[in-house]
């Protein structure tokens, strides 16, 4: 599966940690990253992440580019959560591009590990068939 990754300054260290600890599940996917997410994320874990632009200079728009062609099929966008925060138009889109497609999304450390648990499951497979990416329509195309 092609899972997307974003996390704000305030919440890299978090995303590195969740990452080693899952490190093992996510192994088995294709990840890609904003720039400087995916840069803490590979050294520390040694995956091989798809490093994106930054966050600043259109990394994020890069995802919303792939949710909005189906090609994302979990979404793990930790978010700062400082009571002054204010998100910007390119985070609802992020948002509203999920909610349109039944991407799933987690923003938060719990929701993560309850969707990373559920896709080492298999619970997530009926992701397969929707994203045109995946090895079930590589497959089917190779049928035709």
Same mark, same amino acid.
């Given at each position: 599966?092609?899972?997307?990754?974003?996390?704000?300054?305030?919440?890299?260290?978090?995303?590195?940690?969740?990452?080693?600890?899952?490190?093992?599940?996510?192994?088995?996917?294709?990840?890609?990253?904003?720039?400087?997410?995916?840069?803490?994320?590979?050294?520390?874990?040694?995956?091989? @992440?798809?490093? %994106?632009?930054? /966050?600043?200079?259109?990394?994020? +728009?890069?995802?919303?580019? #792939?949710?909005? *062609? &189906?090609?994302?099929?979990?979404?793990?966008?930790?978010?700062?959560?400082?009571?002054?925060?204010?998100?910007?138009?390119?985070?609802?889109?992020?948002?509203?591009?999920?909610?349109?497609?039944?991407?799933?999304?987690?923003?938060?450390?719990?929701?993560?590990?309850?969707? @990373?648990?559920? %896709?080492?499951? /298999?619970?997530?497979?009926?992701? +397969?068939?929707?994203?045109? #990416?995946?090895? *079930? &329509?590589?497959?089917?195309?190779?049928?035709?």
């Amino acid at each position: 599966m092609e899972i997307a990754i974003i996390a704000t300054d305030t919440k890299k260290e978090l995303m590195t940690e969740f990452c080693i600890a899952y490190c093992g599940i996510l192994s088995k996917h294709n990840l890609c990253a904003t720039s400087i997410t995916a840069k803490y994320i590979s050294e520390a874990t040694g995956l091989e @992440i798809e490093r %994106l632009l930054t /966050g600043e200079h259109g990394g994020e +728009e890069q995802i919303i580019s #792939r949710l909005a *062609y &189906n090609e994302i099929d979990v979404l793990l966008n930790f978010r700062d959560t400082r009571p002054d925060t204010e998100y910007g138009e390119t985070e609802h889109e992020l948002m509203r591009m999920c909610d349109l497609y039944n991407i799933p999304v987690a923003t938060n450390i719990a929701t993560a590990e309850v969707i @990373i648990t559920a %896709l080492d499951r /298999g619970d997530l497979s009926w992701r +397969e068939i929707f994203n045109p #990416r995946s090895e *079930y &329509n590589r497959k089917k195309k190779q049928k035709i």
